[in-house]
């Protein structure tokens, strides 16, 4: 095993997870690497586009997190992995793969990751970003229709059917798991620098380790 320090950011949907970890990780280019939860969404191949558009997608089985516990554990043990990617505008897995170096950090990232013990069990550091939920339904209906390809209709449904009702299932509940509750994520600059300050002294506790067997 290597001495990777894993960082688990989890939160609702439009909380600034994404925004949270692009801040962290500009503090620690060239000693971290990023996995997001959201490449392990299931490959649907056999359904048809409007088949898949109408999958639940905030429930931890739409994950498969048999694969990301495998790929995780090639990492942590120094191995550099070829790990899916996500396209959200098509509701399934890309063709091409992205190649996950370890690093003195990794950064996990994703709506449900504290749902499944494995993946909790794996984080040294948990944080889950908390935002208002209405906050983060008008952030959401930004992003997805200018990043995702999607309609306002098409997010008002999917957020009354089944984003509201999972993340008050298993994502709220989830909180619970975490060691730090950051408000309002990535724009937020005291916790960034409180976080970026205890990371940047795990590395040098990992350095010291990696001396100390030499
Ligand atoms: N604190 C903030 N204030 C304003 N907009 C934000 C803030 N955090 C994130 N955003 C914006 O909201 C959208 C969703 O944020 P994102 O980080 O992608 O959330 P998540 O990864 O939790 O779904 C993005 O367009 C992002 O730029
Ligand atoms: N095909 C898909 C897959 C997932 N979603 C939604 O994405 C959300 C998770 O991503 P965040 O960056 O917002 O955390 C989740 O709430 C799913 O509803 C989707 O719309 N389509």
């Known amino acids: ?26 503090r620690f280019a060239g000693e971290s690497s990023l996995v997001m939860h959201d490449n392990y969404y299931r490959r649907n191949d056999t359904l048809t586009y409007d088949q898949r558009s109408r999958l639940n997608y905030d429930h931890p089985d739409a994950f498969d997190n048999d694969l990301l516990v495998e790929h995780l554990d090639e990492i942590l043990a120094g191995q ?15 063709a091409q793969t992205n190649l996950v170096e370890p690093a ?36 959401r209906v930004k992003r ?8 306002i209709e098409s997010i008002e449904q999917q957020y009354l059917e089944t984003v509201k009702p999972m993340h008050e299932r298993y994502v ?6 975490a060691h730090i ?3 309002e994520g990535g724009y937020n600059a005291t ?8 990371l940047a ?3 040098e506790r990992g350095r010291a380790r990696d001396a100390n067997k030499l």
């Not at 070829?82 to 897995?93: A, G, L, Q, S």
């Not at 709506?111 to 499944?116: M, W």
């Open 201 to 203: 002294a795990e590395i």
């Open 80 to 94: 550099a992995t070829e790990t899916p990617v996500y396209d959200f505008t098509v509701h399934n897995r890309a």
């Open 1 to 26: 095993m290597t001495n990777t320090f894993v960082v688990g950011i989890a939160g609702g949907t439009g909380s600034g997870k994404s925004a949270l970890t692009r801040a962290l990780r500009g």
């Open 172 to 177: 709220e509940r989830s909180k619970k798991h």
């Open 144 to 151: 997805d229709v200018i990043e995702r390809g999607r309609t």
């Open 191 to 198: 916790a960034i620098e409180l976080i970026a300050g205890g």
């Open 181 to 183: 509750i950051v408000p």
């Open 104 to 139: 003195p950090i990794l950064f996990l990232e994703g709506l449900l990751l504290f749902h499944d013990e494995r993946l909790r069990d794996r984080c040294h550091l948990r944080i889950y970003v908390d935002t208002d939920a209405d906050v983060r339904i008008l952030r």
